[in-house]
């Protein structure tokens, strides 16, 4: 039988600068990666603080929205601010390594939902999501307060959570 070195060899070298050149692009196309390899050390879950004199040092807004059949007219803070004031969340722009952590909202009464941090942040999703502690000009009693969440923009008011007790920031596993 005839030696196949030499033709496996010819070959290799017929074919090395594609498959240089093939392994170059892979190096330089920004599209195949969505984060980096490497993922900085985030600390997970995040508690955030709901501490009222905290809360009362942040820019407030007036707020509107329609819950089941009634407009709710509130006035609070964003979510945003709150998970920056606990240090939560960098300032300024998030970078892909928080692109997979989410909120975790739990109320008195067990109702929990979530949150992608990439909805809330202004540069990416840009979700309105407010913590009011006032609606209809009054504070909130026991039942829907002190604090309670709205989301505006959500068809549906499930999100809103009433009897806001914790919020935790969690890198998805
Ligand atoms: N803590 C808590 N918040 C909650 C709920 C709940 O069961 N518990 N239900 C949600 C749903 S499904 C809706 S439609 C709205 C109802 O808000 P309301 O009670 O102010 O009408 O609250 C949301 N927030
Ligand atoms: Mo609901």
Redesign the pocket.
């Known amino acids: 039988m005839q030696n196949p070195f030499p033709h496996l060899l010819a070959t290799l070298i017929a074919f090395s600068p594609a498959i240089a050149m093939a392994h170059d692009a892979g190096a330089q196309d920004p599209h195949l990666r969505a984060s980096q390899p490497e993922r900085p050390a985030i600390a997970s879950p995040v508690t955030v603080s709901l501490d009222a004199q905290r809360i009362a040092g942040l820019t407030r807004h007036g707020v509107s929205a329609r819950?089941?059949n009634?407009e709710?007219n509130c006035e609070g803070v964003t979510l945003i601010d709150v998970l920056r004031a606990s240090d939560a969340i960098p300032e300024g722009r998030l970078g892909s390594a928080h692109l997979s952590r989410y909120v975790q909202v739990d109320?008195?009464?067990g109702?929990r939902v979530l949150f992608s941090l990439a909805e809330l942040d202004p540069g990416t999703g840009n979700r309105a999501v407010y913590v009011v502690d006032r609606c209809g000009g009054e504070a909130l009693d026991e039942k829907?307060g002190p604090l309670r969440l709205l989301v505006p923009d959500d068809v549906?008011?499930?999100?809103?959570?009433?009897?806001l007790d914790a919020i935790n920031v969690v890198v998805a596993p």
């Open positions: 819950v089941h009634t709710l109320a008195r009464d109702y829907d549906r008011a499930a999100r809103s959570v009433r009897q």
